[in-house]
């Protein structure tokens, strides 16, 4: 579907953000979100085989980009839907949830701009996210700015749960290279290697070893699971050259226990 920017081309950033933070938890839900944040805001996935079925070819579109679902529902809102194609279209609900969620990710974005802008740390992404927010109205364009807010706050509170975790961790390593191990760990961070679509996570035990580790399934921060893996080598956190850390290969997911 073609969106005419020029067509009712202003939306309040409160309902803006609760159509964002319904397109991520359904993109999550569905299995769309399982690759980097920028593919999933500007990429579409597209058919790898026929599916015929279901009257699918290789490559017909068969999910829109997380920002062409937000901005094809924010659309919708301002117009009668007689006039807009949906066939084709993800129907977003925005619930009471939904909501409440949303107006947290706004709050909690806002305040660590402020923060950050006193402290001299200025980055023209997260100003420019900050003022949309603090906008009367936004225009359809800037959703593609917006619609990264949901994994702007999850980066924060995990930030600031990350950094009272990372205060017990100490300065050793788990085991001696090429030694396998078996060890619960609490998930610190999980960034998408786009060069071996895999995901990197940093991690650490629960007697304080900082590990890491390639894995296909992205594990959530802060989630505690059980894994077993082959001691690779020892290096040190990035930035903390105070901390050990142990990189492990062959990694297994071997239990997933509840989000602390």
Known sequence: MHVDMTSKPFIAPV???????????????QGW????NRSVVTEPIYAVKNVPEQ?????????PSLYQTVITNAIALNESTADIPLN??????????IRVQAAADREA???????????????????????????????????????????????????????????RATNSVLAPIDHTVDVTVTILSTRYNQTWNTYNHAAITEDGCMVSFFHKTRQEAMSTVRITGKVKAHNHVWHRPDLAETRLNYVKISNDFKRK
Do not use: C, P
Not at 55 to 63: A, F, P, S
Not at 88 to 97: C, H, K, R, S
Not at 131 to 156: F, N, R, V
């Open 55 to 63: 009257n699918v070819h290789t490559g017909d579109m068969i999910v």
């Open 88 to 97: 084709n279209a993800i129907e977003l609900v925005i619930t009471d949830d």
């Open 109 to 167: 974005v806002i305040n660590d701009n402020v923060l950050r802008t006193l402290q001299d740390d200025k980055n023209d992404f997260r100003a420019k996210v900050a003022e949309l927010l603090q906008s009367d109205l936004i225009s359809y364009q800037d959703l593609k700015t917006l619609a990264y807010i949901t994994t702007m706050a999850e980066s924060m509170r995990a930030k600031t749960e990350i950094e009272t975790v990372i205060d």
């Open 33 to 36: 979100a399982d690759r980097a």
């Open 15 to 29: 309902l803006a953000t609760e159509l964002v933070t319904a397109a991520w938890q359904l993109y999550r839900r």
